[in-house]
Nanobody, 116 residues
Framework: QVQLVESGGGLVQPGGSLRLSCAASGLTFRWFAMRWYRQAPGKERELVARISSSGGSINYADSVKGRFTISRDNGENTVFLQMNSLKPEDTAVYYC?????????WGKGTLVTVSS
C-alpha cells in the first residue's frame, strides 16, 4: 500500500533551521506532484509548498517565500522541505501530500515547534 512517512521535525529556536523529509513507497513517485501542508493548533490546514513531478515547477505560500525550499529526489522517492529562519508562527504539524489525476495520499505528519 501507499505510504508517505515524514521525518525531521522537532524543537528549534527562532531563527534556526530544520530539514523535513518525506519518504514515499507503494507508488510510482516520479509521476506524482508533491506538496507540503501544515496545520497549527486551532487553525485550518494550509498549503506550504508544492513541486511538480519533474521538479520543474515550484510554488510557495507567501508566508514562507524566501525561507523555505522544497525539492525532490525521484531516485530516492523522497521530497524535502528545507526550512530556514524559522519563526514561532511556523509551529505546526507538517504533512506530506502526493497527488496524481484524482489520486491523493497523505502522510501522518511531523511536528515542528519553534520556541525559545
Amino acid at each position: 500500500q501507499v505510504q508517505l512517512v515524514e521525518s525531521g521535525g522537532g524543537l528549534v529556536q527562532p531563527g534556526g533551521s530544520l530539514r523535513l523529509s518525506c519518504a514515499a513507497s507503494g507508488l510510482t513517485f516520479r509521476w506524482f506532484a508533491m506538496r507540503w501542508y501544515r496545520q497549527a493548533p486551532g487553525k485550518e490546514r494550509e498549503l506550504v509548498a508544492r513541486i511538480s513531478s519533474s521538479g520543474g515547477s515550484i510554488n510557495y505560500a507567501d508566508s514562507v517565500k524566501g525561507r523555505f525550499t522544497i525539492s525532490r529526489d525521484n531516485g530516492e522517492n523522497t521530497v524535502f522541505l528545507q526550512m530556514n529562519s524559522l519563526k514561532p508562527e511556523d509551529t505546526a504539524v507538517y504533512y506530506c501530500y502526493a497527488a496524481l489525476y484524482g489520486m491523493d495520499y497523505w502522510g501522518k505528519g511531523t511536528l515542528v515547534t519553534v520556541s525559545s
